[in-house]
């Protein structure tokens, strides 16, 4: 409805305290003579309502449409995919929350896991804080055949949200190197994508393009790999902090610099190098998932008492 829940608001004490909502990209007001000294900024800026991080990120690959998602791995490792607007129950039952999308008629919802660069930086720091993740990247071994990791170091995202969820490496031999675990932790990542973006298409979601954001979009060898592991197409960005460029989309309808959201998009995005999924890679990845959807579980049915 775009307004804050009368009943939440009443159960909390917080009628009346709340800010006035505000739809993304709309204006506000302006920086009053307090906040420019407090800011640094111009008195008399104009001041523009945001959006989520995830949900800007969406906005700057120019995720208008249903079916359009940016996938962006920083710290963690997140899909933000647009679809229509409408109940949310039926997402909710399955872990994924709805939320405002800048255009009226369409919603934001988010599939993650407490993955990306974290996981890799734990990796690195086992291995004594050497190779850098780059050089860990270039020498990852990402075969379909190889070890299987459950990235659920800390904890599970999307659609579990299970805090208690711990990670697991299946697979590992006397020969096993580091090139085999980090390759696990690598497609461990796109398998965890994989099955969001199965529960997601059992909700009617279908995606139809995934855009590349963050910093773990420059590595081509792992981009190939989420393709092939998922069968979408992964586009990269040519700005790859798509959540400021999003941003400043908005900025830019709410200040009036742009008619609409659209035309922003028309004139501040554009595309990049298209990893699709190799079929005889994609096809050989299929043992993968099913192998990962029985681990998942598994992991559960060995937790040990924290």
Known sequence: RRNWDAAAQQELGLVGRLAEVASSG???????????????????TVVVAGAHDQTAALVGTGGLDPGQAAHSTGTVDCMSLCLPDGPAAAYCRH????????????AV????GFGGGSLLAWWRTVLGGEPDIGALLAEARLEPDGPLAVP???????????????GALFGLTLDSGRADITGALLRGMALEAARNLEVLGSLGLRVSR????????RDPRWSQLRADVTGCVYQEMPVRDAGCLGAAMMAGVGAGLFGSLEEAARGMVGSGRA??????RHAAFAAARRAYREAVPATRRVRLTQ
């Open 26 to 44: 709309t204006r506000v007001g302006e920086v009053s003579l307090v906040g420019a000294e407090a800011f640094g900024l111009q008195a008399g």
């Open 95 to 106: 872990g994924y929350g709805l939320g405002l999308h800048p255009l009226a008629g369409r």
């Open 109 to 112: 919802t988010l599939a993650f």
């Open 152 to 166: 659920f170091w800390a904890g599970s995202g999307t659609p579990d949200l299970d805090a208690a969820d711990r």
């Open 210 to 217: 995934v855009a590349l954001v963050g910093g773990g979009s």
């Open 275 to 280: 990893f699709s999924p190799d079929p005889e």
